[in-house]
């Protein structure tokens, strides 16, 4: 039977400001997608059967909430006609509860995989259009582009990034996104504005004694307005920016828990990643305009 592997890459919000909160409990934002070329690998089997069959299901969580297994149901009740059966795999390298929006990315992949597999001929705006049922952060992974964001995070510009190196750092703690989003003193009236800059020139901290240099990085007046809730209710999370703020800017991405500096080189992102406290999870990856996983469809269409 036909198999399909595909990645399913991580993403890190550059910042992330929220602009009002709407009716429907959602909140409006202003966000940058950033995706990384490091993530998770999902392996799609069609089957004799008609089943959706979820190997390797994470602990904790039910198979039938899980995203890839709602993404692949939600795709075949779209289908007019008999769907094979279909056994997936999936090999988890992104931290959960990080806000590197694994879940999301593992429904994306899994609704382009089998787009592709069952010869729907989908286009990725419908294939988003679905994925927004499932997640906020799942068109982006659907078409695919690091992108400026805007409204629930579903109104995408593409954006073209300095080509950075990323240092992701994740205590010992996950961060519920509804805990945040539900709290009480959460900023929920910054005030829209225009697509900026996101990277400016200015200094690069390379240790407390160690003299700065001129560098690229990310915009000071671009934040993340959920680092103060964050900071306030998970120590753990405080810790970790302030250590790592020792030796770069660094912020939080999404809801937490992870949080990340940017690099102009690999060099500098080891160096202090040989230094990261040894109860925290950490990864280097590069920046990437376009998603790996585009880049496997495109090479198994045209195999």
Known sequence: ???????????????LHITGQRSDGYHNLQ??????????QIELELTDGKDIHLV????????SDNLVMRAAKLLQNQANRPLSGVKIKLEKRIPIGGGLG???????????????????????????????????????????????AEGVGEQLQPLKMPKMWFLVLKPP???????IFSHSQL????????????????EKK??????????LQLNPKLINDCEPIVRMLYPAVDQALNWLNQYANARLTGTGACVFASFLDLDSAESVMKQMPSDYQGFIAQGMDHSLTHEQLYNCINK
Do not use: H
């Not at 990645?7 to 890190?12: F, G, N, R, T, W």
């Not at 390797?56 to 198979?63: C, H, I, T």
């Open 206 to 215: 390379l240790g407390a004694a160690a003299e700065s240099l001129p560098s």
């Open 187 to 202: 900023t929920r009236d910054t005030r829209a504005i225009k697509m900026p800059s996101i990277f400016v020139q200015g």
């Open 102 to 148: 694994g879940g999301s990315s593992n429904a994306a992949s899994t609704l382009l995989g089998l787009n592709q597999l069952w010869d729907l001929q989908l286009s990725l705006k419908q294939l988003a259009e679905l994925g927004l049922r499932l997640g906020a952060d799942v068109p982006v992974f659907i078409y695919g582009k690091s992108s400026y």
């Open 31 to 40: 966000t940058a997608f950033q995706l990384l070329d490091f993530g998770d």
């Open 173 to 179: 703690v996950s961060v519920p996104t509804e805990t």
């Open 56 to 63: 390797n299901a994470l602990p904790d969580v039910n198979a």
């Open 1 to 15: 039977m036909k198999t399909l592997t595909l990645c399913a890459p991580a993403k890190i919000n550059l910042f």
